[in-house]
């Protein structure tokens, strides 16, 4: 059965740092792109970094220079290391496998299966 598990989410203030964790069990992590999505209560999902197959990564603007992503295949990990945490960073914070052997796609209606969510909720 293919399981995506999210944690390492909390709160913290602004300017803190959190790192999330995400582990893949039941199928072929190395061949999927991998991603990170945000929601708000009544918004839709938007997409925070993707990390492909072969490495190559992408992210949103709002976050660029501030987070990070990472997988570790061995482990079966995706993780976000998340600096710089600002208020509008508040949400939660899904998980979620993309298309396989090849690039990651934007749209979120392409990923799945995703994760039940990690809370990130950064004060002023």
């Known amino acids: 059965q293919v399981q995506l598990v999210e944690s390492g989410g909390g709160a913290v203030q602004s300017g803190g740092s959190l790192r999330l964790s995400c582990a893949a069990t039941g199928y072929n992590y190395n061949d999927y792109c991998m991603a990170w999505f945000r929601q708000l209560p009544g918004k839709e999902r938007e997409g925070v970094a993707t990390?492909?197959?072969?490495?190559?990564?992408w992210s949103a603007r709002s976050v660029r220079g501030r987070f990070t992503l990472s997988r570790d295949n061995d482990e079966k990990k995706l993780y976000l290391q998340m600096n710089d945490l600002k208020p509008e960073d508040t949400a939660m914070y899904y998980c979620?496998?993309?298309?396989?052997?090849?690039?990651?796609?934007?749209?979120?209606?392409?990923?799945?299966?995703w994760g039940q969510g990690t809370q990130v909720t950064v004060s002023s």
């Open positions: 990390i492909d197959n072969g490495g190559v990564t």
């Open positions: 979620a496998r993309g298309p396989r052997w090849r690039g990651c796609p934007l749209r979120s209606s392409e990923y799945r299966p």
